[in-house]
Every structure is written in C-alpha cells, then in structure tokens.
C-alpha cells in the first residue's frame, strides 16, 4: 500500500488499517478472503518476487509479441533512422535486485531505474521525431515544395503527434491487446507494400547493380577514416531493433509471461531478420548511386527523395503516408513501454512525486505515468529548436540508456554471482558466453554514441547526448545522496506489495515457493507440445 505522502513511513504507520492492507492485497491478487492458493501461475511467480499483480492480464504471446516487434517497426525505423545514419525501473531493476548484494543493492536498482526509464523516454522521443520529419516531407512533396516546414512547425507536428499516441496509449489493457494485434498485421502490411512498391515502381535508371549493393563503399560522413565510418554505421541497425526487449515492460500484463516474454523477443528478432534484410537491400537497389544528393536533400528525409525518384509525386505520398502512419504504430507501443518503465520506478518509490505516479485509474492502467511520460519528451523534444544536431542526439541518448541499464545486471551477475536460472534458460555454458558477449558489444556501442558527427566539433556540432545523460546521472547520483530527503533515506530498491499478505499467512510463501520450483522442474524435464505460451493460455 502507497502512502498518501512521500515514502513508506518508518513507524509502519498509514491511513488505513492493517486488516484493509491485506484484504486489498488479497483482492489484488485474485485471493478470496481466508484462501491459501493464488489462482494464477504468473501471479505466484510474481508473488515470489515480492510483488502483488496490479495490471490486468490481458495480453497474449502474439500480443507480446506485437509488443516487442511493432516496438522496433522495421520498416518506418530504417526510413527514420536514415536522418542521422546517411549524413554522418521496470525489468532491470529488478533484475539487479536479483543480483546484488544487499549492501549495494538500493544504489544499484535507483541507477538502472533511472537509466532505463530515460533510455525509453528517449527512444520514444526519438521516433515520434523521427515520424515527424516523414510527416513534413510528405507534405512538401504534396505542395510540391511550396510548403516546407521549419523547426516550429516540426515542433508543433512533435507536440500533436505526442498527444495522439498519448491517447492511443490510454486505454484499457484489453484494448491494447487488440491494438498490439493490429499492429503486427499493420507493419507486416507495410512491409510488403514497401518491399514491392519500390521493386516494381523504381525506374530502371535508377536500379543500382548487385555489385555496387553488396561490394561497394562510400565513406558519406565527416569522419574520413574509413575504418571509423564502417564502426559508425553499426549505429543505424542498433537505433532500429532497439525496442524489441520492451515486452519485458508488458510482463505484469501478459499470461504464462515466464516463457511467452523471452519467446516474443526471440522470434521478433528472428522476424527482424528476415524483414529488415528485405528492406535494407530494397532500398539499396533502388535509391540510385548519387548518395551525396539524397543525404543533402531539401526535404530533411532521404528515403523521401529516395520514394519521391522511384515513385513520383502520388506514388510516394502514398508510401510515405502508409509509412507515417505504421510509425505511429511504433510509437504508441514505445509508449506503452516508457509508461510502464515509469510505473514501475514509481511503484517502488523512485521518482519524485512517485505517490502521484504510481495511481491507477478505474481501468487498471496507469494514465498518469503516461502523462509523464509524454511531458519529459516535450521537453526533450525543445533541442529541435537548438539545432538538427542537438536533436539527433536523442537518437544517441535513447541506446546509451538503454545499454546502461541492460549493462548493470549482467555484470552484476557475473560481479557477485548471485544468479537463479528461470524457466527460459540456455544452459550455464552459453548464458555465461552471451553475459559476457553482451556486455563488451553494449560497452563498444555505448562508447560510438559518445562521439559526435564531426571530427572537431563547435558548439553547432556537438553531440548532445553526454550533456543529457550527464545532467540525468547528476541528478540521479545527488538527488539519492541529498542529505536528509535524498533516496539514501527511503530507498530499498523493489518494493515487497505481496508482503502484507505472505505476513498475515504464511502458508502462502510455503505455496509460492512450492509451485514455482515445481513448475520449473516440469519445464526442465519434459518438452512443452503446447509451444512457448501453452495453447490454453495464449491460443497457439
């Protein structure tokens, strides 16, 4: 139970009683009055973690997995991330609270929280900017350039397309359930329209040869190293499958969660693939060989000169309209993960005003971490105004989050040895070898994103993104360690909201831990002929 003021109080002191505390647990939960058992695997899972199910259960494994590949929209993000690439807690929290000792543990989760709820805001913030610039392209080559928008119209096109998914992300979990299914089918659709548009429209002047796609380079960007600028270009394909491990965000709120969450993430990767390669090579074979001339485009937006050439003027508003739109899609779903970043930080008392935060509306969702959620990226949204450069930093600071956040664990993990497999697990060999894989790969990327675009930077120039993440980690790091207020004085890291019950009865810690250990020992022993999700639960 969340006091009405500030953190838990110390005296255990609250404004109801402890018989209402527990009943509200046990109703939270699914428990009747005077049970032992909880009705739900994923709740007794969640349970033995120390949390009570606040969220509704209403999403699928192909919800899940609606979740974590629609995050990373493959087609709208390589057309997005072209802006940048051609011209130059929630999970982890808890994760670290799995793996730190307690000494270091408060510290640990406060910083990964921190991180990841910035690195999704920012990943979010980034991509409605991203659908922002297709939007003003597709209205200039509609007025055939009369109209060409400036950085206050961007920003308005910023703001309104903030408050759209804003209310898309509104609603109840049974309805994003619906929308995260549409939107699988959506950027599908996509997809295959982009992929044959351009294949059966482009000119044939404008056809490049397989040699000059798969053998040829062009160093484009201000760095003239050509072996620097090939390391660069790892950044395109990190900004646009970023995203996919947001169906950890959505865990609370999906069935059988333990097996269809890692699941999702492993088969929207593997999609990824397959539909990414479809693209990037699409693309490739009909943008035409004069790569300065779309990177220098007056439109902002290659791949709308790239659609514009191939197209013409319908053929490519048409495209690009479609593209928009599965943007937005894209959106709303980093939304629905920022949101629940942001709940979760504030459930366990992280965030300033996190009693505010952390209230559910009438329809379990948690519109007000939403509202935050969108305000922040307003805010982020204000370096458009500065310059292209201080925008595009955003790009950066979203993976720099991320990464930092996604770092902690694994190293906390192979630092202090405190791991329990769970049910989705590779085996002591390969978990160890990926752990390790993982974070020289994420510490490699993080330091790329350090850099700015240009060798010898001015202030015009600079990469941003340090600025931003350094200003959050001094906040972070003072705001935990301010004497008397700070959240060295009522921070613990996750919050136990089972614990009110597992106190008032202890023969449900017995069950938790019974059932858990016992639904892992069946998982281990026999294959699962109901695929990840179990056909009863996710309808495989």
């Not at 999970?91 to 510290?107: D, E, H, N, Y």
């Not at 921070?491 to 009110?500: L, M, N, Q, S």
């Amino acid at each position: 139970m969340v006091p009405t003021k500030g953190p838990y109080p110390e005296d255990g002191s609250s404004s109801i009683t402890r018989d209402e505390k527990i009943l509200k647990s046990r109703e939270a939960i699914g428990m009747e009055e005077g049970a032992t058992d909880i009705i739900n695997s994923d709740d007794e899972l969640l349970a033995s973690l120390g949390y009570r199910a606040e969220l509704k259960r209403e999403f699928s494994y192909f919800t899940v997995f609606g979740q974590s590949f629609g995050a990373m929209g493959i087609a709208p993000a390589i057309a997005e991330s072209m802006i940048f690439s051609l011209g130059s807690g929630g999970p982890p929290g808890m994760w670290v609270a799995q793996l730190t000792p307690p000494k270091s543990r408060a510290f640990c989760c406060w910083l990964a929280g921190y991180m990841n709820v910035l690195g999704y805001i920012s990943i979010y913030a980034s991509t409605i900017y991203a659908a922002t610039l297709i939007l003003g392209a597709t209205c200039s080559i509609g007025t055939d350039m009369e109209y060409v928008p400036n950085k206050y119209h961007n920003y308005g096109m910023f703001a309104a397309t903030t408050f759209l998914t804003f209310l898309m992300t509104c609603v109840t979990t049974e309805t994003l359930h619906k929308l995260n299914m549409s939107y699988i089918f959506i950027q599908l659709a996509m997809l295959l329209s982009f992929i044959i548009a351009f294949a059966a429209g482009t000119p044939s002047e404008l056809k490049n040869s397989s040699s000059f796609v798969f053998s040829e380079f062009q160093n484009t960007g201000f760095w003239k190293n050509d072996g620097w600028a090939f390391m660069m270009c790892f950044l395109t394909p990190v900004w646009v499958v970023s995203g996919f491990e947001s169906a950890a965000a959505i865990a609370e709120e999906a069935s059988n969660a333990a097996k269809a969450v890692p699941f999702a993430m492993v088969s929207s990767l593997v999609t990824a693939l397959v539909t990414g390669w479809g693209v990037i090579v699409t693309i490739a074979f009909c943008m035409g060989s004069d790569v300065i001339a779309i990177v220098e485009t007056e439109l902002g937006q290659p791949l709308a000169q790239i659609a514009f050439n191939s197209l013409g003027k319908k053929g490519s508003v048409a495209i690009l309209v479609f593209l928009w739109a599965s943007s937005i899609c894209n959106c709303s779903i980093l939304m629905v993960a920022a949101s629940r970043e942001t709940f979760a930080l504030a459930r366990d008392h992280g965030l300033p005003f996190s009693g505010f935060l952390r209230v559910l509306q009438k329809n379990k969702t948690p519109a007000r971490a939403v509202g935050f959620v969108a305000l922040i990226t307003l805010l982020e949204g204000l370096l458009m105004l500065v310059n292209t450069i201080a925008i595009n930093s955003l790009f950066n600071l979203a993976i720099m989050g991320l990464y930092f956040a996604y770092c902690m664990p694994l190293i906390a993990r192979l630092w202090f040895g405190y791991f329990k497999p769970g049910v989705w697990y590779m085996g002591d060999t390969l978990s160890l070898i990926f752990s390790v894989y993982s974070i020289i790969w994420m510490t490699f990327i993080f330091t790329l994103l350090l850099f700015p675009s240009y060798p010898n930077p001015n202030a015009q120039e600079m990469n941003y993104a340090i600025v931003v993440l350094g200003a959050v980690l001094l906040f972070c790091v003072s705001y935990y360690y301010f004497p008397k207020y700070g959240g060295k004085t009522f921070f613990t890291g996750p919050v136990r909201t089972i614990d009110d019950v597992v106190v008032e009865n202890s023969e449900v810690s017995t069950n938790l831990a019974r059932k858990t250990a016992k639904e892992r020992e069946a998982d281990t022993s026999e294959p699962d002929s109901k695929g990840p999700g179990g056909a009863k639960e996710i309808g495989l």
